[in-house]
């Protein structure tokens, strides 16, 4: 008989007789009871024991447990129940670790600044702190960032920066976040020497600020009337982005829409300072007099703002980054290649130093190759020599070669005369057997401060360990790249200017504003200037407040709009600073 959908014991029968037996057992089951599951039962002395694949549950111990339900609070931010299971913990004395108390206290800074929930927050958090210390359990950096900002929605900065500076105590460096809440708080509260302590003080761990912390110091310094920290703050912001947000954007237009600059500095020192600092900005402070005229407009593909009509720079490193960068690169290279070669390449290039460009031969030479014809195309190179030869005013560029590459030119009658034309006008550099030509080229580019022709993104290994985080900014100023389509040549020079905040010499200062396109022109830049300095005035009879784009990305009145046109040539070809207007 068939119980439950079981079939009975199934007699000792072995071999096939017992196959048979169960297939006609599990049909006629099919047709008496469809839709339930079939399962076989044998006599146990027959049973080979199968190992289930079905993992038996682990129950967890109660700090474990608790954990895990914490955990799930926190994701789903529920801080009631986090709450709940606290207290439940609590009255069954589960033993508590530190992170159970992050959690917690996580889940309570999170809430802290919610008016739902706040008094339930932090009268929750600082209950779970005291408890923490009570059982002695250090806090770590977790702990005392949630505990500061804990303090700060409670209005308590002092509060917060104390338990910041406590954390050296337990030997834990903290983060910028850590610092974060004491720092807003005196920010809100306009307590501008405490924020200025925070900001000393993160100076000294050798951390960095960012846009959020900038821009809450400087709308500190600009409420409170302090213009020489809003020049400073101008300067860190210059440095840390490369263009701001629309809430930062706001602040310097409040802050120079009712201000009057009345600092001057020497006009050959502001000069010479651009010059030394790489161009973009000069560091010594506001220069004029009267009130700013600010703006919002667009910046032509030349580098010429549209409500002002001022140059922006493309911005370089300054003189002691390019310093500390050609040693660097020296030193790379003497470890890595044959001392006395590279040495007498840097003795070379003391000796030889009016080039205005560096050519990364073999890049040019080999690029597009790789087809079954394909070798070292000296017509390319030839190509790029001559074109950079005629963008610098009949001036050789510098070419940098392995020299069994020029020995195998040299060998092939057909280009045996034009290298020897390179060879005499001083061309060729060749690098000797076992070097690298990356370093050489590398290293001549940042000496001279001149410009590098090479698609090489410069990612490689080499390129590592140098580890300048002001790389980026060198190659954007320094390398051109080039393509040959159809046999033509056609090179990318350097852009006409840099997409960062800039000072000029007049004073005048442009800030990049974010921008969602990866159209350059719909860029919106924040234009501010001394009365005079936009070209519209004076001409249309109307100081605009907004310069809008018309007929194109130039912004004149309707009368400079039909009697001139955008120029989107790019500046000067030479790299070399000296060379480059301020």
Sequence with gaps: ??????????????????????????????????????????????????????????????????????????????????????????????RLNQSHFNTLLYLCSTFATDPDSKDLALRYGFRVFDHMMALNIHPNEASITSIARLSAAKGDGDYAFEMVKKLGDYQVSPRLRTYEPALFCFCQKLEAEKAYEVEEDIDKMGLSLEEPQIAALLKLSADTGRG????NYLHKLRRSVRWVSEETCKVLEDWFR???????????????????????????????????????????????????????????????????????????????????????FQDWLEKNAD?????????????????????????QLNAVIKEMYTRSGNKWPLV???????????????????????????????????????????????????????????????????????????????????????????????????????????????VPIVCESDEESLRSWLCITKPGGCEDEGKTGSTMETCEIVDGPC????ENRNNEKC???TTSMTGKRKERSP
């Design 1 to 94: 008989m068939i119980c439950n959908g079981n079939f009975p014991r199934i007699p000792a029968i072995k071999g096939k007789g017992r196959v048979f037996a169960v297939l006609i057992l599990r049909q006629i089951f099919r047709v008496l009871y469809p839709g339930k599951v079939v399962s076989m039962a044998t006599p146990s002395h027959h049973q080979n024991p199968i190992p289930s694949t079905k993992k038996k549950k682990t129950h967890k111990n109660p700090e474990a447990n608790f954990l895990y339900e914490l955990n799930s609070c926190s994701k789903s931010k529920d801080l009631k129940g986090a709450i709940s299971l606290y207290d439940s913990a609590l009255s069954s004395n589960t």
């Design 228 to 231: 020489e920290r809003v020049y």
């Design 258 to 344: 009712c201000k009057a600059s009345e600092i001057g500095s020497d006009v050959g020192s502001v000069k010479e300072a651009i010059l030394r600092n790489g161009g973009g900005w000069h560091g010594l402070g506001w220069i004029g007099e009267g009130k700013w005229v600010v703006k919002k407009g667009n910046v032509e593909p030349n580098g010429r703002c549209c409500c002002c009509g001022e140059q922006l720079d493309c911005v370089d490193i300054d003189d002691v980054e390019t310093e500390k960068f050609a040693l660097s690169v020296a030193g790379l290279a003497l470890e890595r290649e044959v001392k006395a070669n590279f040495r007498e």
């Design 355 to 379: 080039y205005e460009a560096i050519v990364d031969g073999a890049n040019i030479g080999l690029y597009q190759q790789n087809f079954a014809e394909g070798g070292f195309s000296v017509l």
């Design 400 to 510: 940098i070669l392995h020299n069994k590459r020029v020995r195998a030119l040299l060998e092939n009658p057909s280009h045996r005369k034009l290298v020897e034309e390179w060879m005499a006008n001083g061309v060729l550099y060749t690098t000797p057997h076992g070097s690298n030509d990356d370093w050489y080229w590398l290293y001549a580019t940042v000496k001279l401060r001149c410009l590098l022709v090479t698609n090489d993104e410069m990612r490689d290994h080499i390129f590592e360990l140098l580890g300048s985080s002001f790389f980026l900014k060198w190659k954007e100023r320094h390398q051109v790249r080039y393509t040959f389509l159809k046999g033509a040549l056609k090179l990318q020079m350097p852009p006409a200017y840099s997409i960062v905040i800039q000072e000029s010499e007049k004073g005048s200062w442009h």
């Design 555 to 558: 912004c004149k009145s309707s």
């Design 567 to 569: 120029d989107d040539k």
